[in-house]
């Protein structure tokens, strides 16, 4: 088994004791590779979805989370100018507009390689990247709310 399987087998245990409703993302050639684990939390105001994806060189747990906030089309190339903005004030991740769907995301990561954490450690570092993610996704629905207002 690959590191990124394992780390997402760590992610997929933690998710499971929590409770959480999660959906296995698969690889389409390999179904039974596990490439992702989505889901949504409940405990949150600012409504959002989490991925977790994990990378290799160096051992990287990844996390996206999209926001319920679709830009329209007209307003994307706006959006993307803010985007880069609050992009440059951040040091662990960044705001990413899916040109297609016109979805905004925010992915962190945090490199694992060489840490050696026990299961409580590795839930509270969870715990801990998505409590950023879900403060940086409440700052970013205020700041497109003002920019944006529904019409």
Do not use: C
Not at 3 to 22: P, Q, S
Not at 67 to 92: C, G, K, Y
């Amino acid at each position: 088994m690959q590191a990124t399987e394992m780390l997402l087998d760590r992610v997929y245990a933690v998710l499971r004791k929590r409770g959480e409703d999660i959906e296995v993302i698969s690889s389409t050639d390999a179904p039974s590779k596990r490439t992702g684990i989505a889901y949504i939390p409940y405990d949150v105001v600012t409504p959002v979805s989490f991925l977790y994806t994990a990378t290799e060189k160096p051992l990287t747990l990844v996390i996206d989370v999209l926001f319920a906030t679709h830009v329209p089309e007209h307003n994307r190339v706006e959006v993307s100018v803010i985007l880069n903005e609050l992009n440059s004030d951040q040091t662990a991740g960044a705001f990413q507009l899916d040109a297609t769907s016109g979805y905004v995301y925010y992915r962190q990561s945090f490199v694992v390689e060489g840490l050696e954490l026990n299961d409580t450690q590795f839930a509270q570092l969870m715990r801990n990247i998505e409590s950023v993610a879900v403060d940086t996704a409440t700052v970013y629905a205020d700041v497109m709310e003002n920019s944006f207002p529904k019409e």
